[in-house]
C-alpha cells in the first residue's frame, strides 16, 4: 500500500527523531504549535547567516536584500490568503497580537458606550479578553451567542445577536478545543446584512484548510505564524484595505511617521508601515513564507485528505474504547482537532500518563475556560494533528490509554466533574 503523507514527510522535521526512553516522540499538540520543518530552520539561519540587517531605511545592499526578503513573505502571505493587495496584510507577533491591536485601535474608533461587541461562546481567551477589556473600558457590552451541542456556532443563533448597538462581531473560524468549524461565510453575510464588520480569528483553520479571505469576505482575519509550521512570534493581521488604512497606530515609534517635528501635527505612514511601529520580526516572516510555501507544495487536497483520515481514525478508535468519549462531532469537517474524556480520571493524569509512553498531548481547558466550562467537565484531553502524524500514532495512544488509571489529580477533585458530557444535553 502507498505510504501516507505523514510516513513520506516525517524526515523533514528534525524534532520527531527524538526519543524519550525507549519511547518515539508521538507529537500530539498541534493545535498549541507545530513543529518546524527542515526548510523553516534553513530559511531562519539562512536569514541571519547572509541577510541580517535593519530593512526600510538603508540604502545598501544587505539592508535593501532584507527589505525585499520582509516583503516578499508579505506577498506569500497574501498569496496564500488571497488578499487583494500586500498592504492588506500587517505581520504581528501572532493571533494574540493581532487581536490586540484591532482592539485597541478599531474597537476604541467604532466602540461606544451602550454599543455591543458580539463574540461566540468558543472563543479561545484571546478573541474573547481583548473584546471583553475594550468593553469594559469604553461602557460597552458583550454579548456571547451560545454554541451548539453539535460544537459550532448556528447561523440563526448569531444573527439573532446582531442588535442595534452592535458595532463588531469576532468569530473563530475553528474551535481549538473540538475541531469544529464554524461557518464563517454565512455568519459574516449575516454581519454584512446589518453593516456589522467581522473579526475572524482563523488560528486553527489556516493550518488545516485553505482559507480565501475575499471569499469569505472577512472584514479582518488573524493567525499565528508557528501554528503553521512556521517561527513562534510573527502572525498575520489580514484587513480589508479601506478599513485597516483607517486604523490610528497601535503602536507608535520608528516606520510609523512621515517626518516629525516638535511643534507640528505627527503625520502617519499608509498602511501597513503605520501598524508595524519598530523593527519587525524579519527572519519570522521569511520563516513563515517558507513555511507556507512548504504546505503549497505540498498541495491542500493531500493535506485536507490525511487530516481527514487521521481524525476519522481517531473518533472511530476512541469511540470503541470503554469509557472514553469524544467531544462534539470533529468527524464531521475533520480540522486535525479530537478532544477526548476518560470517564472518572483527571484530564491532567490521563496526559501524564500519556507522557509515560513518548505522547505529547494538552490537557485541561485550552486556553478556552468559558467554553469548556459548558461542557461540565474540568478539561478536556486533546489530540492535535499535523502533517507528519501517523495512524500508528493513534495506535499508541490507543494502547497507552488501556492502562490510564486515577492519579494525583484525579484524587483532588470532584469526580463527577471528570463524567462526559450528556451529548444529549448539548453545551449550551
Ligand atoms: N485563537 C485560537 C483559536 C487559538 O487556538 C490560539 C492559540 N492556542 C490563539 C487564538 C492564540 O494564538 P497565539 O498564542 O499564537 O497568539
Aim: proline share 6%; net charge negative; aromatic share 8%.
Amino acid at each position: 500500500s502507498s505510504a501516507t503523507l505523514g510516513e513520506l514527510i516525517r524526515d523533514d522535521f528534525p524534532i520527531l527523531r527524538r526519543r524519550f526512553g525507549p519511547h518515539p516522540l508521538v507529537y500530539l499538540d498541534n493545535a498549541a504549535t507545530t513543529q518546524k520543518p527542515q526548510v523553516v530552520l534553513d530559511a531562519l539561519v539562512d536569514y541571519y547567516a547572509g541577510v541580517n540587517s535593519n530593512i526600510g531605511r538603508g540604502f545598501y545592499t544587505l539592508s535593501m536584500a532584507a527589505t525585499d526578503a520582509y516583503e516578499n513573505a508579505r506577498e506569500t502571505v497574501r498569496r496564500t490568503l488571497n488578499a487583494g493587495r500586500p498592504e492588506e496584510v500587517v505581520f504581528t507577533s501572532g493571533t494574540t497580537g493581532a487581536v490586540n491591536l484591532l482592539a485597541d485601535t478599531f474597537g476604541r474608533s467604532r466602540v461606544g458606550a451602550g454599543d455591543e461587541v458580539v463574540v461566540t461562546g468558543m472563543e479561545h481567551n484571546s478573541n474573547m479578553l481583548p473584546w471583553r477589556r475594550l468593553c469594559e473600558t469604553v461602557g460597552a457590552r458583550m454579548v456571547v451567542v451560545p454554541v451548539e451541542a453539535d460544537g459550532r456556532v448556528a447561523p440563526a443563533r448569531f444573527a439573532a445577536a446582531l442588535g442595534p448597538r452592535v458595532r463588531l462581531a469576532a468569530v473563530a473560524h475553528a474551535s481549538n478545543v473540538l475541531g469544529t468549524v464554524n461557518p464563517v461565510r454565512t455568519l459574516i453575510e449575516e454581519a454584512h446584512r446589518h453593516e456589522i464588520p467581522v473579526v475572524v480569528d482563523g488560528a486553527q483553520a489556516v493550518p488545516h484548510r485553505p482559507v480565501d479571505v475575499r471569499a469569505l469576505d472577512a472584514d479582518f482575519y488573524c493567525f499565528s505564524g508557528h501554528k503553521v509550521y512556521g517561527p513562534m512570534g510573527i502572525g498575520v493581521l489580514y484587513g480589508k484595505y479601506a478599513l485597516l488604512s483607517e486604523l490610528s497606530p497601535y503602536q507608535v515609534g520608528g516606520g510609523t511617521v512621515k517626518g516629525v517635528t516638535l511643534d507640528t501635527p505627527v503625520g502617519y505612514v499608509p498602511v501597513p508601515a503605520r501598524l508595524e511601529a519598530g523593527t519587525p520580526h524579519v527572519a519570522g516572516a521569511v520563516g513563515l513564507a517558507a513555511a507556507l510555501d512548504y504546505l503549497a507544495a505540498l498541495g491542500w487536497q493531500r493535506v485536507r485528505g490525511h487530516d481527514e483520515h487521521l481524525v476519522r481514525a481517531a473518533v472511530e478508535t476512541f469511540g470503541a474504547v470503554p469509557g472514553v468519549r469524544v467531544l462534539g462531532d470533529p468527524a464531521a469537517d475533520p480540522n486535525g482537532i479530537v478532544s477526548l474524556v476518560v470517564d472518572g480520571i483527571h484530564p491532567y493524569d490521563v496526559g501524564g500518563h500519556l507522557n509515560q509512553h513518548g505522547v505529547a498531548v494538552r490537557s485541561g481547558v485550552h486556553c478556552a475556560n468559558v467554553f469548556v466550562d459548558t461542557f461540565g467537565v474540568v478539561g478536556t484531553v486533546r489530540l492535535s494533528f499535523g502533517i507528519y502524524n501517523t495512524e500508528d500514532e493513534i495506535d499508541v495512544v490507543r494502547r497507552a490509554l488501556s492502562t490510564v488509571a486515577p492519579g494525583v489529580w484525579t484524587k483532588d477533585h470532584p469526580t463527577e466533574r471528570f463524567l462526559a458530557i450528556d451529548p444529549a444535553k448539548g453545551h449550551s
